[in-house]
């Protein structure tokens, strides 16, 4: 398979772990008190270091939404509010696949209804995709947005979803940034 590597905007973005060991952490309580550490001002008192704590172990033990995540990044300004997280999902693609309208994986295990699909450039992809889509979930409906990007031999999925369009807006620059800093390795 093409390789990929994802370069993102430390101030913007903060990996999480899909397992641990990860790094210099042992374990995923360690990570989220550094996390806390890290992103708390200097004079924050206790319980909002604890509150930053608890969010970040919530979300690193979180499933991803959809089978195949390889990466998952927080986006940071949304500390303390409607969480925004993007999965990145690669897929190995053979011949057959390749030939198909990138249009044609929109909807690739989420479903939905698109609000709209625009062609991105400047990416390292052959062809790149950024859509909007509302997904009905029990009895409500969430927004994904999905950038696609796919080479001779990888599609690239980074998804974003939220119950809170108004999030979805405010990290829309962060989230085209994250999807343009991906580089296909070959």
């Known amino acids: 398979m093409t390789g990929y590597r994802v370069l993102p905007d430390q101030a913007a973005w903060l990996t999480l772990p899909l397992e641990f060991p990860w790094g210099d952490f042992v374990d995923d309580v360690s990570w989220a008190a ?20 608890e969010s970040a172990l919530t979300l690193v ?20 509010g409607s969480v925004v997280v993007a999965h990145l999902t690669a897929v190995e ?47 409500t409906t969430i927004a994904l947005r999905r950038l696609l990007g796919r080479t001779a031999r990888m599609l690239l999925m980074l998804d974003v979803f939220v119950d809170d369009g108004g999030a979805l807006h405010e990290a829309q620059h962060d989230i085209s940034a994250l999807f343009t800093s991906i580089e296909v390795v070959h």
Do not use: Y
């Open 93 to 139: 693609l053979d011949e057959s696949l390749h030939e198909q309208p990138l249009d044609s994986f929109v909807f690739l295990g989420a479903g939905g209804m698109v609000q709209n699909i625009t062609e991105v450039e400047g990416t390292a992809f052959d062809t790149a995709l950024d859509c909007v889509l509302l997904v009905p979930v029990d009895d």
């Open 61 to 80: 033990r979180a499933e991803p939404p959809l089978p195949g995540v390889r990466e998952r990044f927080w986006w940071l300004p949304s500390i303390g």
């Open 34 to 53: 550094e996390v806390a550490d890290d992103r708390a001002v200097a004079d924050a008192p206790a319980a909002v270091r604890t509150a930053i704590a």
